[in-house]
């Protein structure tokens, strides 16, 4: 019985002579034929001879291509609809014309493309042998879709795998200039808000700008909005004018951004500071009910922010506690002992950092917006210059100001105004100075401040 079941599926023939004769053909199909003939083995064809496809021509091998790609799956190999920035996706390659060989998908390329533009391959994983790749937008890409590819020679749009980024909403917060309204300086804050759209989120469909609006006049907000609508079409431009509509905002959104479906994930400050606050009406009628402090902190709902957001703040000092009147003193310095009152762990920028688990950017020292209109002489820039009417431009106390703001000339009821905005973003300040570092620090939940 072991026997049979051995020599199951085979047939075995034993003959001194074998002769197969047919008028058509005799068919013989199996996975391995063996001839075995202790003398001489003959096959004959009378007429048409014995065919071994020699009469044909050789048939290429079909040339292999990707049909279908598959993606993206996050970590728990889920499928989804929406990509978040600084999280690792999983796309695969999952049909073919044929089975690939193990040495030919050395040849399988990948590339990646963002909204509109061109094509780049992905050199990291191309040609690699990789059926599945692992890919992440990083935080700076402002793009809103991409398109993953994989293809042997050339992309094809068929075989791609088209996605959408979620972009969190990019907050841009303007403060005003009260302090020192003078021909350079009025308009400094918002020109900053208006280079931001230009630089960097011209095709951002969620950027959008909230300025306080004291001593802005009309037309001065009327421009602003307009130029900053040229770059980008889908701009919310919203005036306020406290803090506790700011925090509202933040919160819960309004008419326009509904706060549920649209997180904030990244918030840029424009305004004067003082040690661990942000205040956007410095010396202003209005100016405590325009101070962000370290109490407005507990207030901002967690669940309005994606997941680790991004702030940077120009304003003077956010990362700073030390609040002595003394340190108000251009000229006042650190030694090895004043120092330690600094204390940028207990900082306004600190205490963002811990409460929504953000990134915050800020500075120890003030900040300077002297480069807002340094343009090197650039001929189309300086081309572009423009003044708005306003009554309330008068000569600042300080002759410095007075230079820096005017560029060498005396300027008295106009603001100076630049539809591309400011040339240059703000820089650290000089003061106050000693052993208290400049450059902006870098400001994480649960880490020590580190300068960037």
């Known amino acids: 019985m072991a026997e049979q079941e051995k020599n199951k599926g085979r047939i075995t023939i034993i003959a001194k002579n074998i002769t197969g004769n047919a008028n058509g ?23 048409g001879g014995v065919n071994y496809q020699i009469n044909r021509e050789r048939q290429a091998p079909l040339e292999l291509r990707v049909l279908k790609i598959d993606g993206p799956f996050d970590e728990n190999n889920k499928k989804v609809e929406v990509v978040e920035k600084n999280k690792w996706y999983t796309y695969k390659a999952i049909q073919f ?11 399988l ?17 191309s040609c690699k042998g990789f059926k599945e790749i692992t890919h992440k937008v990083l935080e700076n890409n402002n793009s809103s879709k991409l398109k993953i590819y994989a293809f042997f020679k050339a992309p094809n749009e068929n075989v791609s795998v088209g996605v959408e980024i979620e972009q969190g909403e990019v907050l841009i917060i303007v403060g ?3 302090h020192s309204e003078s021909y350079g300086n009025k308009l400094m804050f918002p020109a900053q808000a208006v280079r931001e759209i230009r630089e960097n989120y011209k095709k951002h469909k969620h950027a959008n700008i ?9 037309m001065q907000l009327s421009i602003i909005k307009r130029d900053a609508k ?11 004018n406290t803090v506790s509509e700011l925090v509202n905002y933040i919160n819960n959104g309004d008419r326009t951004i509904n706060r549920s479906k649209q997180k904030i994930g990244v918030i840029k400050i424009f305004s004067h500071g003082l040690p661990s606050v942000l205040d956007f009406g410095l010396d202003g009628k209005n100016e405590e009910a325009q101070r962000f402090k370290l109490s407005h902190v507990t207030q901002l709902n967690k ?39 600094v204390k940028p762990e207990e900082s306004l920028a600190q205490k963002l950092a811990e409460h929504i688990d953000a990134k915050v950017y800020a500075y120890l020292r003030r900040s300077n917006y002297t480069s807002t209109w340094m343009d090197g002489g650039n001929k189309e820039y300086k081309s572009k ?49 000693g052993l208290l570092e400049n450059g902006m620090f870098i400001f994480e939940k649960g880490k020590t401040p580190v300068k960037q």
Not at 99 to 106: I, S, W, Y
Not at 410 to 422: K, M, T, V
């Open 210 to 218: 909230l300025i306080f609006k004291d001593k802005f006049t009309e």
């Open 230 to 240: 040229k770059l980008n079409k889908d701009i919310y431009f919203k005036p306020i």
């Open 303 to 341: 669940e309005s922010f994606m997941e680790h957001p991004v702030i940077y703040s120009y304003a003077c000092r956010t990362g700073n506690s030390d609040g002595r009147v003394v340190t108000a003193n251009p000229g006042y310095k650190y030694d090895s002992e004043t120092i330690k009152l």
């Open 176 to 178: 005003t200039e009260q």
């Open 25 to 47: 053909q005799i068919l013989q199909e199996s996975k391995r034929t063996k001839n075995v003939v202790g003398g001489q083995f003959f096959q004959n064809g009378k007429k």
């Open 97 to 107: 014309n044929r089975e690939p060989k193990k040495e030919e998908l050395q040849n």
């Open 109 to 125: 390329r990948w590339g990646v493309k963002y909204d509109d533009e061109a094509m780049k391959e992905l050199a990291q994983v």
């Open 385 to 433: 210059y423009m003044t708005i009417e306003d009554d309330e431009v008068s000569n600042p106390f300080n002759p410095k100001d007075w230079y820096r703001a005017t560029l060498g000339d005396s300027r008295w009821d106009e603001s100076l105004w630049n539809p591309d905005g400011a040339f240059l973003l703000p820089t650290s300040g000089k003061s106050p100075s």
